[in-house]
């Protein structure tokens, strides 16, 4: 998608498609502009990985907001507007500032469009006083450029790591090679302490081998701390603390991210008693969201569940299935959407009756989707009972049992264009 650079509103209405990875650019312009040096003592905290880098983010954050601690934070993808990129104390930037910023961006005309937004990000915060800045990283990490803006962060966070992204990579297939290099491209350029999320035993095999010249302090999800379950209820454990996790959060994988968000706080002398109060109530849009209110609840009925969730690969999709199975009187539906730079086929057959059926559609955006009826075929060879539909109005036309529990997922695109209709 070809961006004009002089107009703001097509600055605010972008959504990247084209990539373009390397640090040179931005670190020119973060040079030219200074943005490496600020007036406070402010801390860091970057994250990158596969799935939860969001949701762990917005634990953590939750966490020091009630410790009544400052903070900006930016995140990739938004969901519904450009300027939940730019996050100040629980505010989002306002439009007009972010045109005048963005503008003011537009006259380096080498950057791509992510790092005309980090840019921003740091141009916006350069002068404010926090405590935190937490920062997303977008694709994979060694050249992206959150890594050049926050090239020593004070706190390192590695999540769950698993195949995606294979467009870039070297054999482009789901095999141990392409797997290894995505895991030194998120991996290979840490130097300061990380906290590694639950990986997969191979995974983590490979991120240590990408740490050996790292000296900084690592600390590994199952050696240094970890989740336990016992009678549904969750219970966060290390060397010093064991205590049970009371949250609303859904799914055993999103109590795996918690934990590693407690661990960071309990480092950071975060009182437990503080710890305890964010955790109760955590709302991430998009990740697991039960919607109760709005237009998207339009011909459902009150007992109804309706979930959107972006997970767009097989990890995703696998936690998913396992969350919603506490809905276990209510029929399942999904509608599903996807860009075709995901693999549906990993992504489907994790779901092959969870569901009693699944519906695709076209999600508003015409470019770099996968057509609804290829996505048809491959749920058809996966033996998973589907069709496509119009739209997601036109599927709850199509359900008539109730109480259901209908998912909408496959994107965060595409989560992104329903709730931007809510």
Request: charged letters at 30%.
């Amino acid at each position: 998608m070809k961006v004009s650079i002089t107009s703001p509103k097509t600055l605010l209405e972008l959504n990247q498609h084209k990539i373009k990875l390397g640090l040179s650019r931005v670190r020119s312009v973060i040079k030219k502009l200074d943005l490496n040096k600020t007036n406070d003592n402010r801390k860091v905290l970057t994250i990158n990985g596969t799935s939860a880098k969001n949701s762990i983010l917005q634990i953590f954050k939750k966490i020091i907001s009630q410790q009544k601690k400052t903070f900006a934070v930016t995140t990739s993808p938004h969901l519904v507007s450009l300027v939940e990129r730019f996050e100040l104390n629980n505010n989002f930037i306002k439009k007009h500032l972010l045109k005048k910023i963005l503008m003011k961006v537009s006259q380096f005309r080498k950057l791509t469009e992510f790092e005309r937004l980090i840019i921003a990000f740091g141009i916006y915060i350069k002068n404010k006083k926090v405590d935190w800045v937490l920062a997303e990283f977008g694709l994979f990490g060694r050249k992206d450029a959150i890594r050049a803006l926050y090239p020593k962060p004070n706190v390192h966070v590695i999540s769950p790591i698993s195949w995606d992204h294979l467009d870039w990579t070297k054999t482009k297939k789901r095999n141990l090679r392409s797997l290894k290099e995505i895991v030194f491209e998120k991996t290979s350029f840490i130097k300061s302490k990380v906290y590694i999320a639950k990986q997969t035993p191979l995974v983590l095999k490979m991120i240590k081998t990408n740490l050996k010249s790292n000296f900084s302090e690592k600390i590994i999800y199952g050696r240094d701390f970890k989740l336990t379950k016992k009678n549904k209820r969750y219970f966060y454990n290390d060397k010093r603390h064991k205590f049970e996790i009371k949250s609303n959060l859904i799914g055993q994988h999103n109590y795996e991210n918690a934990v590693v968000a407690i661990r960071i706080a309990l480092d950071q002398n975060i009182p437990l008693k503080i710890i305890k109060i964010a955790l109760k109530n955590i709302s991430i849009k998009g990740r697991l969201q039960i919607l109760k209110k709005g237009k998207l609840r339009k011909k459902l009925n009150p007992k109804d569940i309706l979930i959107l969730d972006g997970a767009h690969n097989d990890q995703q999709s696998s936690k998913l299935v396992n969350a919603i199975n506490q809905f276990n009187k209510k029929d399942k539906y999904a509608v599903i959407s996807m860009i075709n730079s995901k693999d549906p086929y990993s992504f489907l057959s994790p779901m092959k009756k969870k569901f009693k059926k699944i519906f695709f559609v076209n999600m508003q955006r015409e470019k770099n989707v996968i057509p609804k009826e290829e996505l048809h075929k491959i749920a058809t060879k996966l033996n998973i009972n589907s069709s496509v539909s119009k739209s997601f109005e036109t599927v709850k036309n199509e359900i008539s049992s109730s109480p259901k529990c209908l998912v909408a997922t496959g994107s965060l695109y595409f989560i992104g264009s329903l709730l931007k209709k809510n």
